[in-house]
């Protein structure tokens, strides 16, 4: 083992993607479409937290969607015995494990990758997969950074490899059917929409740097990232409050609203300005390693004068409107609005206390930690699958330029509020008008061999 462990550092000296050229030179060729009565053999990156969601969803399908669960990695080995227990416990079958992404994607049999890793990797894994000929479910937010989402849809395009955003709303049937209420003038013209990420969250604490433990690949987990010394306060989980790893909680919980609000506004471009504002409130900032705000409001104009409103609230709080949502949306229109809470939507005329229109079916608000529960999830995994049989992207309810625009919003929030100013956007160019010190937070200085293509 340490012998194969110390070849496999030994070659992550080299130039990026260990032979990634070679594997892109097959991906048109290898498994173009899969029949429909064809097993497809899947793997899962990244198999803690919303990983362990991603197991339990691929198991739960192996029969109605001839799916099999072929393979686990993660960057800390420490999992590997738990989660293929999981595995074996719910399907017979004993998964092989990996902890290196490069060496997964080698395997020919693997038709897909299923990935729930930090936000810092989602962009160069998605674009290894998608040159090895690998279809791809990668959750949210799509990318990091705003340059490296383009290159993730380029990259799908370019390997006709089908990538869905775990944006799981999209496939909550009373989901669906508040959009088509909203784009049917339910409300009248819909001119703003209210995104709310409602977590309080206490402080995590501040220790020390230390030595890595022997079982995580602390380099590989960096990946593109600047190399730090090893805090146990910065890693698994952690991760998201740290802006070379994460985006906080306005780039955590808040895309699935992000994309709900921009789902229902039908902006199918992005905003021409954005403001964002806020900090680390109640938590002394000095005994928490903690960067990103815990407190933020944010404020999109798009170029009709319609508007986006998102806000998070990372402390204690009261719920919104008279469902008392904590994580959800509220569109406002001409001759009404509608109140969306999980599954369950209710919408009012005017001035009227009691709906007019609301969801068939009542649904629960699902509490934000009962992700094995969230609704949506099974159905957008199949949907994936699907997918992957039909060989189109029409097919899918969360197509990676579609999870791409939605994940640009809570991105270019947090460029404003690191600059303090509102900024104003170019659509087309994807860069900030007139504004050098904003566009060089579009993308990141990369770490060799962990480095995004310019050219896909």
Not at 342 to 348: I, V, Y
């Amino acid at each position: 083992m340490e012998k194969r462990r110390e070849f496999i550092k030994k070659s992550l000296l080299g130039t990026a993607g260990i032979a990634m050229a070679g594997m892109s030179m097959s991906a048109k060729s290898y498994a173009s479409i899969i029949g429909a009565n064809e097993r497809i053999n899947i793997a899962v990156v990244g198999i803690r937290g919303q990983g362990s969601n991603h197991i339990n969803q691929w198991c739960a399908l192996k029969d109605n969607r001839n799916v099999r669960l072929k393979t686990l990695c993660d960057a800390d080995e420490q999992y590997f015995s738990e989660k293929s227990k999981v595995v074996i416990d719910k399907t017979g079958v004993t998964p092989t494990t990996e902890w290196d992404v490069r060496k997964v994607l080698e395997d020919k049999e693997l038709d897909a990758v299923s990935m729930a890793i930090p936000n810092h990797w989602h962009a160069l894994a998605t674009i290894w997969a998608c040159q090895a000929g690998k279809h791809v479910y990668i959750e949210k937010p799509a990318s990091h950074n705003v340059w490296e989402g383009r290159k993730m849809v380029e990259a799908a395009r370019k390997y006709d490899r089908r990538v869905q955003v775990g944006f799981q709303n999209r496939s909550i049937a009373n989901v669906m059917e508040a959009m088509e209420f909203l784009h049917g003038g339910g409300i009248g013209d819909v001119y703003m929409a209210r995104g709310t990420c409602y977590k309080p969250r206490d402080s995590f604490g501040k220790v020390a740097d230390s030595n890595p433990p022997a079982s995580l690949h602390y380099d590989y987990w960096r990946g593109p990232a600047e190399m730090i010394p090893y805090n146990e306060k910065k890693v698994h989980y952690n991760w998201h409050w740290h802006w070379a790893t994460g985006n906080g909680d306005t780039g955590n919980q808040g895309p699935h609203q992000f994309d709900v609000a921009r789902w229902g506004m039908n902006k199918n471009e992005h905003p021409v300005s954005v403001y964002s504002a806020g900090g680390i409130y109640g938590i002394d900032p000095n005994e928490c390693s903690q960067e990103t705000p815990n407190t933020q409001s944010s404020v999109f104009k798009y170029a009709d004068g319609t508007m986006l409103e998102f806000e998070t609230r990372g402390r204690y709080t009261n719920g919104e409107s008279s469902l008392g949502i904590e994580i959800g949306n509220v569109f406002y229109g001409t001759n009404g609005y509608l109140e969306l809470d999980g599954g369950t939507w209710k919408a009012f005329r005017q001035k009227e206390k009691e709906p007019f229109a609301q969801s068939k079916k009542q649904a629960a608000p699902v509490a934000s930690t009962q992700v094995l529960a969230a609704p949506g999830g099974a159905e957008h995994y199949a949907n994936f699958l699907d997918a992957i049989r039909a060989g189109n992207n029409e097919t899918l309810h969360c197509d990676i330029e579609e999870g791409f625009k939605s994940s640009v919003l809570p991105l270019i929030a947090n460029v404003s509020y690191l600059t303090g100013r509102e900024l104003r956007f170019d659509g087309t160019t994807e860069k900030f008008v007139k504004d050098k010190e904003a566009d060089k937070m579009l993308t990141r200085d990369y770490r060799d061999p962990y480095t995004v293509p310019n050219k896909v």
